[in-house]
């Protein structure tokens, strides 16, 4: 069974940065894309960045010059590294695993972000 298990957020004040993991087990974790999204009070879950199986990345326009996005295929973890953050980037943080016809998540990980 596949598990995704999100660590490394909190509460930060703006401008500083935070790091976010996401450990998977219970399957081929090398095989497939991985991405970051979130969810804010009120609004839709939206993508925040996405990294493909050979490492291609992309971001979305919000965060970008802001957040990487990496992963560890030997560790089966990937890490979302977010600077400068701002208010305006509270949410909760879910992790994805994308597989064809099927996308599982993690529980999620709250950021919040002081001004």
């Known amino acids: 069974q596949v598990q995704l298990v999100e660590s490394g957020g909190g509460l930060v004040q703006a401008g500083g940065s935070l790091r976010l993991s996401c450990a998977v087990s219970?399957?081929?974790?090398?095989?497939?894309?991985m991405g970051w999204y979130r969810q804010a009070p009120g609004k839709q879950r939206e993508l925040v960045a996405r990294?493909?199986?050979?490492?291609?990345?992309n971001y979305a326009d919000s965060v970008k010059g802001r957040f990487t996005i990496s992963r560890d295929n030997a560790k089966n973890t990937m890490y979302l590294q977010m600077n400068s953050l701002k208010p305006e980037d509270t949410a909760v943080y879910y992790c994805a695993l994308i597989r064809p016809g099927r996308t599982d998540w993690g529980q999620g990980t709250q950021v919040t972000v002081s001004s």
């Open positions: 990294i493909s199986s050979i490492g291609e990345t």
């Open positions: 219970g399957t081929i974790f090398r095989a497939y894309a």
